[in-house]
């Protein structure tokens, strides 16, 4: 899996390296920074999504299929 932090909305909470220390690092205000390019390795994927589900902003976004299948998808015109 590949995620992408958003430290524009990023609030400190500090989750995030509580879950997976070796992928966020904290600084001295709380505030994550995303340690490596972000791609993780699936035998990390549970503690990620841990740090994803419990970041109470959603600065954490999973990047890959479900959105580019999102994305691939025509949508439905609700007016024809
Ligand atoms: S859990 Fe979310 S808000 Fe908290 S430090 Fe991590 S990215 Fe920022």
Redesign the pocket.
Known sequence: MRIR?DRTI????????KHAPEY?S?DDW???SLVGNGEIPEKDRDKLMR?LL????H??IEMGARTDQTRDTPAQDARS
């Open positions: 932090l990023c609030d400190g909470f500090g989750q995030c390296a966020f904290l709380g505030y994550a740090a419990d970041c109470p902003v600065a954490i």
